[in-house]
C-alpha cells in the first residue's frame, strides 16, 4: 500500500487527463505517457480508452501499438465536416499540387526521444522548423500574385478528435528549442480533445502545416495544402527495412517516409527536394536539435 501511495505521489498527470481517468475508471500508473518527462496527458487517456474498446489491434514495428477508432470516433461534427470540405474543395480547385517523398533512417531519433522524454513527433516538429528557418521561401504564402515569404514560422499540426480534425498552431517555432515545442505542442494537442479549449490564437496565422498518419500505419500520404500555405508535411509510419549500412552490408533500420506537398505557383521540384533532404539531414544526425 506505501508503494502504491508512493507512486501516485509522483505521478505526472495533467488535470484534464486525471478527470478522464478517473471517469473512465482508468488506472494513470499504469500508463506511459507522451508528455514531457513522462507526464500523462488528455491524448494518453484517450489512445487507452481506444485501445480497450476495439477487439482487433495490431502491433507496427518498433513497439508502435495501431488499434481501430472507438465509435465516438466516427460521429464527427456535421459542422466542422461542412467546413473542411469547403476549405479543402476550394484548395484542390485552385492549387496546382506536386508531391515529393523522401526515406529517412529514423534509428537516432528512435535510440534517442524516450531517453530525452519527448516523442518522436516532437523531433519531426523540430527538424521541420529548423529547415523552415533555412529555406524561407517554403515558409510562405500565396497572395494571389506571387509567393510571399513568411517572417514567422507557425506550425499547424493536423490533430484529429472525436469532433473531428483541427489545425492547432505553433507559434514562433523558429524561438523554441526541442524541449519547448514538445511542452507547447503536447498543451494544444490535449486542449484540441477538449471541445471548445481551443481558442481564436491557438488555431491561427499558421505558415506551414504537418500531418501524421504514422499511428495509423499509413506508409506515405500526400495531403492536400491548406491555402494560402505553400506546402504541407505529411508523416509516414516507421517501418524496418532493409538498408546497407556504413561498411556496405544489409542492415535492418526504422525507415519513415515523409511527402511533401507543395504549391507550384511558389515551389519547384527542386526547392521541395532541398526542403526535405534538410529535414532528413537533422532526423539522422537529431544531437543538432537538442538544445537548440
Not at 237 to 244: A, L, Q
Request: proline share 3%; with cysteine.
Amino acid at each position: 500500500m506505501a508503494k502504491k501511495e508512493q507512486s501516485r505521489k509522483n505521478l505526472k498527470i495533467s488535470a484534464a487527463a486525471q478527470k478522464l481517468a478517473a471517469e473512465l475508471g482508468i488506472d494513470p500508473d499504469s500508463l506511459q505517457g507522451s508528455g514531457v518527462q513522462g507526464r500523462i496527458l488528455l491524448v494518453d487517456i484517450k489512445k487507452c480508452r481506444a485501445v480497450a474498446s476495439v477487439t482487433s489491434t495490431s502491433d507496427t514495428a518498433y513497439g508502435q501499438k495501431v488499434s481501430l477508432p472507438d465509435v465516438a470516433t466516427r460521429n464527427k461534427s456535421i459542422k466542422i465536416r461542412q467546413l473542411l470540405a469547403k476549405k479543402m474543395e476550394q484548395a484542390w480547385l485552385t492549387i496546382p499540387h506536386f508531391y515529393v517523398t523522401i526515406s529517412v533512417d529514423m534509428t537516432d531519433v528512435v535510440g534517442l526521444h524516450h531517453d530525452l522524454g519527448v516523442t518522436i513527433n516532437d523531433f519531426i516538429l523540430a527538424a521541420t522548423s529548423r529547415a523552415l528557418s533555412e529555406h524561407p521561401w517554403v515558409n510562405a504564402s500565396w497572395d494571389g500574385e506571387q509567393g510571399v515569404e513568411c517572417e514567422d514560422i507557425n506550425i499547424a499540426i493536423a490533430t484529429a478528435t472525436d469532433r473531428g480534425l483541427f489545425y492547432p498552431v505553433l507559434s514562433r517555432c523558429n524561438s523554441l528549442g526541442l524541449l519547448e515545442l514538445s511542452e507547447q505542442a503536447h498543451t494544444l494537442i490535449e486542449k484540441a480533445m477538449v471541445e471548445g479549449a481551443l481558442v481564436e490564437r491557438d488555431i491561427s496565422g499558421a505558415t506551414f502545416t504537418i500531418t501524421n498518419m504514422g499511428m495509423f500505419g499509413v506508409e506515405s500520404l500526400g495531403a492536400i495544402i491548406t491555402p494560402p500555405q505553400a506546402a504541407v508535411l505529411s508523416v509516414g509510419s516507421i517501418k524496418g527495412e532493409v538498408v546497407v549500412d556504413g561498411q556496405g552490408e544489409p542492415a535492418v533500420a526504422p525507415v519513415m517516409r515523409l511527402t511533401l506537398s507543395a504549391d507550384h505557383r511558389v515551389l519547384d521540384g527542386a526547392d521541395a527536394a532541398e526542403f526535405l533532404d534538410t529535414i532528413k539531414c537533422y532526423l539522422e544526425a537529431p544531437v543538432m536539435l537538442i538544445d537548440c
